[in-house]
T-cell receptor, first 114, second 113 residues
Framework: AQTVTQSQPEMSVQEAETVTLSCTYD???????LFWYKQPPSRQMILVIR??????QNATENRFSVNFQKAAKSFSLKISDSQLGDTAMYFC???????????FGQGTRLTINP | ETGVTQTPRHLVMGMTNKKSLKCEQHLGHNAMYWYKQSAKKPLELMFVYNFKEQTENNSVPSRFSPECPNSSHLFLHLHTLQPEDSALYLC????????????FGPGTRLTVL
């Protein structure tokens, strides 16, 4: 069975700083997807970024980028020039190609301070 | 309405009440999901529906009864719940074969007294 671990329950940085959230996962499969979801306080969970395991290039979405290390089974999220609106719970998730289930980590509560 | 909607957004019920949560997706997806989100715990997948057919039930107690009349609507019927069932219940949808990405609704905050 696949597992996802987020080792940082909470993080706090100052506005405009760069912050990296860590995620590791365990699988014996080769074809899968990895996701970072953001859940702002009392708001909807939205997809931040997605990575296909077969792609070596790290995914990037504006200020959000990932460091995908397949051999190490690591998938960290870097937020550059952090903004107050980045304050949220961040969940790392794993999904096998062709399967429906997503396995979520326990989340990291990120606070951006003014 | 766009995306995934859920009603009600907040619900308080007694242990002997019967209530239902509703989810609707406007994305043309063919799979829908119920999750339970409790404080300090990972998201717990409860049920999965593909094309209206239930394909997964993660050992959910029978006091939770899902219903999926079509690919756009999903219900969660609740009866004789326990206080430990208080949580945020999230609905999600996806398109089968599209790489696993799920789209979430805003959730229903359920409190069982």
């Amino acid at each position: 069975a696949q597992t996802v671990t987020q080792s940082q329950p909470e993080m706090s940085v100052q506005e405009a700083e760069t912050v990296t959230l860590s995620c590791t996962y365990d699988t014996s499969e080769n074809n899968y997807y990895l996701f970072w979801y953001k859940q702002p306080p009392s708001r909807q969970m939205i997809l931040v970024i997605r990575q296909e395991a077969y792609k070596q290039q790290n995914a990037t979405e504006n200020r959000f980028s990932v460091n995908f290390q397949k051999a190490a089974k690591s998938f960290s999220l870097k937020i550059s020039d952090s903004q107050l609106g980045d304050t949220a719970m961040y969940f790392c998730a794993f999904g096998l190609q062709g399967a429906q289930k997503l396995v979520f980590g326990q989340g990291t509560r990120l606070t951006i301070n003014p | 309405e766009t995306g995934v909607t859920q009603t009600p957004r907040h619900l308080v019920m007694g242990m002997t009440n019967k209530k239902s949560l509703k989810c609707e997706q406007h994305l043309g997806h063919n799979a829908m999901y119920w999750y339970k989100q409790s404080a300090k715990k990972p998201l717990e997948l409860m049920f999965v529906y593909n094309f209206k057919e239930q394909t997964e039930n993660n050992s959910v107690p029978s006091r939770f009864s899902p219903e999926c009349p079509n690919s756009s609507h999903l219900f969660l019927h609740l009866h004789t719940l326990q206080p430990e069932d208080s949580a945020l219940y999230l609905c999600a949808s996806s398109y089968l074969g599209q790489g696993g990405e799920q789209f979430f609704g805003p959730g229903t905050r359920l409190t069982v007294l």
